[in-house]
């Protein structure tokens, strides 16, 4: 495949033949051509109610970890009160004094600008392939064919397998072993956002009144995903968006932005927009953890916008429970007068890759789809 493409922006593959036969699209989005462009394709061009607007900037609430990790009795309870107003309200809070090394994160920028710098033609070594979730993709294109967000995404697996390095392996055996230091800067990036996630979950567990260790247990044996998304300059930015209106359907999202503006959380029926704080990280609620909290805490309704001139850069690490672990709150109060049937990761994960497009309605999508008499679970019956 050519690997200095010089036409359009978003075109065939000329090398993905087979795999558009077989379904997969065959089309791909080249950031490499985005000088050479004065318009976006209408594939691009999202409704008018959708599109950015003039927003206020979101008061969001930012949680000092450091007493907690200490055990200082009132900093937890601040930490506390503070996790749990904005849990009940719109599911969006940042933490700092988190402990995870600063440099740590700013290798794993680097990694994403060396990775999404490559051609085009190296890029697609990592392309994911038709029912998986793992690999690069631009604009989703390899899905969907309107509505496209403007961005591009690496996409990759997190789990503790024994002495497996399971990151490393993923990078060398997709892109090749002079991808090897990549894949270790991603490997402990991901250790250190699972560890970090588990002090979240202790966090939110006593906010909610619950045993500390009981959403930490449960997410011990986790099955996460790491995705990087890069935002190329847009030379229509008012027309299109990076990401569009969404609620995460996994359990907890920790986001780590550059210091470039772009996210946008909807809250008092409107978006606002969401300062970068230079070394805090993000954290949202997702429809899984919504459902393990029996719809006590909201899972965050977020989008993001691009701009003309500047890239942006954000890392997302999405904890996942085991595939096989059944979702349901805790017993006791918090489980009473059930808002959503029991269900396992693995179902809400084929619903969003094979029959539904992850918006702000999904979990409610997902409820109607396992309860209806006529349209039975596939995976139920396997």
């Not at 179902?347 to 094979?354: D, M, N, S, V």
Request: charged share 25%; proline share 6%.
């Amino acid at each position: 495949m050519d690997c200095n493409p010089t036409s359009v922006v978003l075109r065939p593959s000329l090398a993905l033949d087979k795999e558009r036969e077989a379904g997969s699209g065959g089309v791909v989005f080249s950031s490499a051509l985005l000088p050479n462009q004065a318009t976006i394709p209408k594939a691009f061009i999202w409704p008018q109610c959708d599109r950015p607007t003039a927003i206020e900037e979101l008061d969001s609430p930012v949680v000092d970890l450091d007493g907690f990790l200490r055990g200082d009795e009132a900093s937890t309870a601040r930490a506390v009160d503070c996790v749990r107003a904005a849990c009940s309200t719109h599911g969006f809070f940042q933490v700092a004094n988190h402990g995870v090394d600063a440099s740590l994160g700013r290798d794993a920028l680097g990694c994403m600008d060396e990775f999404f710098g490559l051609p085009l033609c190296h890029k697609l070594r990592a392309r994911r392939k038709p029912g998986n979730m793992w690999g690069y993709v631009g604009a989703h294109a390899d899905r969907f064919s309107s509505e496209l967000p403007w961005k591009e995404t690496l996409s990759f697996g997190y789990h503790e397998a024994g002495d497996d390095r399971v990151v490393i392996d993923y990078f060398t055996s997709t892109l090749g072993n002079d991808f090897q230091r990549m894949g270790l800067v991603f490997q402990r990036y991901c250790e250190a956002m699972k560890k970090l996630s588990l002090v979240i979950m202790e966090l939110l567990a006593m906010s909610l009144g619950v045993d500390r260790t009981h959403y930490r247990d449960f997410f011990e044996d986790s099955r996460s995903i790491m995705r990087c998304n890069y935002y190329p300059p847009c030379p229509e930015p008012e027309l299109t968006l990076g990401t569009g209106p969404h609620c995460d359907p996994t359990s907890l999202t920790i986001l780590r932005q550059d210091q470039v503006d772009g996210l946008e959380v909807f809250d008092g029926n409107r978006w606002r927009s969401v300062r970068p704080i230079r070394d805090a990280l993000v954290i949202n609620i997702g429809d899984t953890f919504m459902a393990l909290s029996n719809g006590r805490y909201k899972s965050c309704l977020h989008r993001a916008v691009v701009n003309r001139r500047r890239q942006r850069k954000s890392l997302a690490f999405f904890l996942c429970p085991r595939e096989d672990r059944v979702v349901r709150p805790p017993p006791g109060e918090l489980g009473g007068a059930r808002l959503y049937p029991d269900f396992t990761w693995a179902e809400l994960l084929e619903f969003t890759q094979r029959h539904y497009r992850a918006d702000m309605k999904t979990l409610h999508s997902f409820t109607d789809w396992l309860l209806s008499s006529s349209s039975p679970s596939p995976l139920r019956s396997t």
